[in-house]
């Protein structure tokens, strides 16, 4: 018995055709393969500058946490040691303060060329004849900015300033000017000031004795 093969299809041309679908195949597999390799690595790049990013914010935020325990010390000795100029907030009234604590840090971040882009009061704390008035700030800026801002508002005397709770993570969007002045970072801190508030009680009794003296024939 036999078979006639002549009604068979060819399945692969010859000849030069073939020759030349074999290359196209050829070079669509070596495509593929390509974009597979250059995906993978640029993933891994991404990853790689991420981690980067990372541990650059972690040995920062280290190192300012690091120096909050000296600032704490010498802000508290300077409150109970007071000589010459107030370390405290000289304001007659928590209001006004408060404002005045605010007006002080927004002096200080554009000394620095640094816009705050929130500015949050907080509760007021009593400790003793003290009181704890404060602001969380939040800004993006460099690293360089965001250190000059913390020297800045360390070394004020009048009065004197404690910078709490610094939290720093990598900007989500980037900027023209990293390439000069480095990574852009989100920055939320807390900067406190203490105020007598005896001064209440000073001032209540200075207006009573105004109206009493007023009150007299």
């Known amino acids: ?3 006639n093969l002549s009604h068979l299809p060819a399945h692969l041309p010859e000849g030069r055709s073939g020759r030349i679908l074999a290359l196209a195949i050829t070079f669509l597999l070596v495509l593929i393969a390509w974009f597979l390799v250059s995906g993978l690595l640029g993933f891994h790049a991404r990853e790689d500058a991420s981690i980067t990013d990372q541990k650059e914010i ?3 935020t280290q190192a300012l946490v690091d120096n909050i325990p000296a600032l704490k010390e010498r802000y508290e000795q300077a409150a109970h040691n007071a000589n010459g100029d107030s370390p405290l907030l000289a304001e007659s009234s928590r209001e006004t303060a408060l404002a005045r604590l605010q007006e002080i840090v ?3 971040a554009r000394g620095v060329q640094v816009e705050p882009t929130s ?3 907080l509760p007021i704390v009593h400790s ?3 009181e704890h008035l404060g602001v969380r700030i939040s800004l993006t800026t460099n ?3 965001l250190i000059k801002l913390l020297d800045t508002l360390s070394v004020s005397t009048t009065p004197h300033l404690l910078v709490d709770d610094v939290q720093v993570q990598a900007a989500g969007t980037s900027s023209a000017d990293e ?3 480095g990574r852009t970072i989100d920055v939320s801190v807390t900067i406190l000031a203490l105020r007598d508030s005896r001064s ?3 001032n209540t009794t200075g207006r009573s004795n105004t109206a009493d003296t007023t009150s007299q024939p």
């Open 1 to 3: 018995m036999s078979v």
């Open 119 to 121: 500015m949050e009061p």
């Open 200 to 202: 209440d009680a000073k």
């Open 58 to 60: 972690l040995l920062h």
């Open 106 to 108: 927004h002096d200080a």
């Open 128 to 130: 003793g004849p003290f």
């Open 143 to 145: 690293w360089n900015a």
């Open 179 to 181: 390439a000069t002045q």
